[in-house]
């Protein structure tokens, strides 16, 4: 089943930028996925199982980086 995500990456820190350029720069590595990012979020869609199993990796990655952070995903689930 093909599945879009929503993500909204956001470090509690004033120097935002460079975690949030890494996760994306680390989302467009993977082949399989389409990657879309705008101003207020990046759209990830590809295969479900997939999909997750790479957040797991790359949410783990950016958790193991210095300061705290919070994800915030949307899931629509069964598209075309």
Do not use: C, W
């Not at 820190?13 to 979020?41: C, G, H, K, W």
């Not at 997750?52 to 958790?63: N, P, S």
């Amino acid at each position: 089943m093909r599945t879009m995500i929503e993500i909204s990456l956001y470090p509690l820190s004033s120097e935002f930028i460079p975690s949030i350029q890494a996760f994306i720069d680390r989302l467009n590595t993977y082949p399989e996925l389409q990657v879309t990012t705008n101003a207020m979020s990046t759209q990830i869609a590809g295969e479900h199982a997939r999909l997750f199993e790479i957040l797991g990796v790359e949410t783990a990655k950016t958790f193991s980086e210095a300061g705290r952070k919070v994800f915030v995903m949307k899931v629509l689930g069964g598209q075309a």
